[in-house]
Structure formats: structure tokens, C-alpha cells
């Protein structure tokens, strides 16, 4: 696939991000990671093996160390994510951030003093979407998740399972080419779990975004062919302070 394609949505090529805790270096690597548009990727790894870094990194909300590429496609044209950071343009990696990326947290993530609809709402305008065009899209994605009825709600007032709808709503209602979900799983009772992924992957497959989501469920993932990717702990060669995690891209689920 040639640099050009407006197929690509994500590249990595040799990302590199260390953080430091009081008796720790952690290091987390991505030799070679690239998504196209329509495909699904579950990420998994034990608990602090680093799939909530790696999201923040594809999400611009962190910043690697080094890399010998990383490019998030915009209007089919790759934007060089490092030149952005290394230029400290925390403006441009914002506006790229709210126009071509969702995110659906563990917990929902709604901001608690705004409605179901002013939390998509304020999405929407972040990412630039005429009013008209808003609006419209907003009531589709409501009735499509099934929370027409909740859109006036404070997120105190849904069930654990509205409020994932209404984070997944949120998290695609401008249409992103790139959603992330860390953990959008966890904190569901198992019919729940099956109905927000399924309704996740189908709104997804309409809107043709590429989607990649940090999970420890595999099972949940793998029954449904999901791509997987594999987050593991590769330190033999370092310091015994010093632990590096390795993402690992599979052929199958």
C-alpha cells in the first residue's frame, strides 16, 4: 500500500514511549502497526502491560519518545504525527483530534452536568459539523442505540448500558474515521456486553471507521473474527528495573 492511500488511517513504524514510576522504567514499543479504513482491532495485554498508552498515543493525547513514523490520515492525506508534537502544535493535534477521532471510555466518560444530546452536542461542534448536519446525525445515532428517550438525561440518570450507548453515540456522532474504546466492556453484565459491542461494530461498519478497542475480554472479540492484537512483556535483554511491552499484530482473532 503506497503512502498516499486513503485507505490508511494509522501508521506506526517503530513508536517508542518510557514513563517512569518510583521503582520502574516501563517502555512500551510498536514495531509496526497499520489500520485501514473498516477494519476492527482488539488489543490485548495483562493489566498495565500498556493498551491504555497505546490508545493514548493513536488518540494524540501522548506524546512518544521516538518514532520512525506515525501518521494519522486526514482527507485521505497522512499528517506526520510526530512532526506535530516535536513542533509542540498541541493546536493542530487538537483539531485533528475532535474531527477524526472518538473515543468510548470504560466508564462512559460523559461530561455529568451536560444531557445525553448536549454531551453529543458538544462533540459535534468540536469537530466542525454545520448545525443542521448535527442535529440530523444526532437523532439518527439516538434512535440507532436505542436512547432517543434518554437524550434530555443527565448521564447520573441512565443505566451502566445507556450510558455506554450514549458514550458510543458521542464517540461517532461527527463521524470519525478512527474510534477508540478502552475497556468499553468491563463494567457490563454479560447481555449488555454482547449488545454495545455488537451495536459498536455495526455503526462502525456503516460509517466505515476503522475501530481499535483495548480490552481483556479476547473471548468476547474472537467469536466474532475480530483482528487481534497482542500487547507482551519482552524485557530480557534490559535492566531488571526496566520492563518493555511489545505490541504484537495477529493475522486472526
Known sequence: MTEASPRLV??????EKTWVSADRR???RVADFHLEAGKVIA??????????TFLELVGLVGQPDQARRF???????????MALHQAGNAAQLA??????????????GLLPFLSVAANIALAQE?????????????????QRLDIAGAALALPSALSIGQRQRAAIARAMAHRPGLVLADEPTAALDPLNKERVVDLLLHLA?????????AT???ALFAKRNIEHAAIVIDSADLAPDHVRACLSRRSGP
Open 126 to 142: 468540536l469537530a466542525g459539523l454545520e448545525q443542521d448536519e448535527a442535529q440530523a446525525q444526532r437523532a439518527a445515532i439516538l
Open 26 to 28: 516501563f517502555t512500551l
Open 43 to 52: 488489543v490485548t495485554g495483562e493489566s498495565g502491560s500498556g493498551k491504555s
Open 95 to 108: 483539531a485533528l483530534r475532535a474531527k477524526r477521532i472518538g473515543f468510548v471510555l470504560q466508564t462512559g
Open 205 to 213: 461498519h456503516d460509517q466505515g471507521a476503522a475501530v481499535i478497542i
Open 10 to 15: 494509522v501508521a506506526m513504524d517503530q513508536v
Open 71 to 81: 501518521a494519522i490520515w486526514d482527507g485521505g492525506r497522512p499528517v506526520d504525527i
Open 216 to 218: 481483556h475480554e479476547h
